[in-house]
């Protein structure tokens, strides 16, 4: 059976038209059998505070869905009535799945220390999925979008995490302690998300460095980032890396353009 798997950065919702609009989100995905979304967001004040995790689930009620938020900061909590009411602004990467999640993890990648302009938490959400082809690992990633520095070290970050999965274990080992089976340690895996750098950048060429890990995407054509205020270029922002083995079996790459909820676009390929 084949595997549809789609990345999009959602960017809270929020589309080309400055509208917010979470069911031209679930639109453009519907097809897909793995999801990766970035920019997932509770209590933004661009979308009026919209819990995007909870629609997005309630969204898909028969598909699994694990959640990770690595930026995650009070945004005026308080206390009525002797009871406290949490008011949060929490940001990052979704990954829902037509399987079942056997395991996930939520890794935090490097930052440095930046205020002249945002510099949010970055992470990658792991997703450990049961598929009619095996045990895959699926991550959603995302990389800041400022500075090449911060990136190339959130790089070296994520090539450790995906290409050491076997050596750590993953997200938990020693279930023979209570009569249960080890997770499988696939090997297979797929890097899905908003890297913020184009094909032929230092960074691009740092991910694919040694031939370890391959750009699975590069057949797919054009932008996947547009200015809503049309003052810049469309950019190639997004893309899919994997293993050799499974970046084999990949085929029908495409880039929606026709989607217009976030000003990325979805990011398709197949397994075959």
Same mark, same amino acid.
């Given at each position: 059976?084949?595997? $549809?798997?789609?990345?999009?950065?959602? +960017?809270?919702?929020?589309?080309?038209?400055?509208?917010?609009?979470?069911?031209?989100?679930?639109?453009?995905?519907? !097809?897909?059998?793995?999801?990766?979304?970035?920019?997932?967001?509770?209590?933004?004040?661009?979308?009026?505070?919209?819990?995007?995790?909870?629609?997005?689930?309630?969204?898909?009620?028969?598909?699994?869905?694990?959640?990770?938020?690595?930026?995650?900061?009070?945004?005026?909590?308080?206390?009525?009535?002797?009871?406290? +009411? =949490?008011? $949060?602004?929490?940001?990052?990467?979704?990954?829902?799945?037509?399987?079942?999640?056997?395991?996930? $993890?939520?890794?935090?990648?490097?930052?440095?220390?930046?205020?002249?302009?945002?510099?949010?938490?970055?992470?990658?959400? =792991?997703? /450990?999925?049961?598929?009619?082809?095996?045990?895959?690992?699926?991550?959603?990633?995302?990389?800041?979008?400022?500075?090449?520095? =911060?990136?190339?070290? +959130?790089?070296?970050?994520?090539?450790?995490?995906? @290409?050491?999965?076997? $050596?750590?274990?993953?997200?938990?080992?020693?279930?023979?302690? *209570?009569?249960?089976? !080890?997770?499988? /340690?696939?090997?297979? *895996?797929? /890097?899905?998300?908003?890297?913020?750098?184009?094909?032929?950048?230092? !960074?691009? =060429?740092?991910? @694919?460095?040694?031939?370890?890990?391959?750009?699975?995407?590069?057949?797919?054509?054009?932008?996947?980032?547009?200015?809503?205020?049309?003052?810049?270029?469309?950019?190639?922002?997004?893309?899919?890396?994997?293993?050799?083995?499974?970046?084999?079996?990949?085929?029908?790459?495409?880039?929606?353009?026709?989607?217009?909820?976030?000003?990325?676009?979805?990011?398709? /390929?197949?397994?075959?």
């Amino acid at each position: 059976m084949a595997i $549809r798997c789609v990345s999009y950065n959602i +960017q809270y919702g929020v589309g080309m038209d400055g509208r917010y609009d979470l069911a031209r989100i679930v639109d453009a995905v519907a !097809e897909a059998d793995v999801i990766a979304l970035q920019e997932v967001t509770r209590g933004a004040p661009w979308n009026g505070g919209a819990d995007l995790a909870a629609g997005l689930t309630h969204a898909f009620p028969d598909r699994f869905a694990a959640t990770h938020f690595p930026a995650d900061v009070d945004f005026g909590s308080v206390v009525v009535d002797g009871r406290a +009411q =949490e008011k $949060r602004f929490q940001f990052g990467n979704m990954v829902i799945s037509r399987w079942p999640l056997t395991a996930t $993890r939520g890794h935090l990648l490097p930052r440095g220390m930046r205020t002249s302009r945002l510099n949010l938490q970055r992470g990658a959400l =792991e997703a /450990l999925v049961a598929t009619p082809q095996g045990a895959i690992r699926f991550y959603s990633v995302h990389l800041d979008h400022i500075d090449t520095g =911060e990136r190339l070290a +959130q790089i070296a970050a994520l090539r450790s995490i995906a @290409l050491d999965f076997g $050596r750590d274990g993953g997200a938990i080992t020693g279930l023979g302690e *209570f009569g249960f089976p !080890e997770l499988p /340690l696939p090997r297979d *895996f797929l /890097l899905m998300g908003d890297f913020n750098f184009m094909p032929g950048s230092p !960074e691009h =060429e740092a991910m @694919l460095a040694d031939g370890a890990i391959v750009d699975a995407s590069a057949a797919a054509p054009g932008p996947s980032w547009a200015d809503p205020k049309g003052l810049e270029p469309g950019k190639r922002l997004d893309h899919c890396f994997a293993n050799p083995d499974l970046a084999a079996r990949i085929g029908d790459c495409r880039i929606d353009a026709a989607a217009m909820g976030s000003d990325h676009k979805p990011v398709w /390929l197949t397994i075959g």
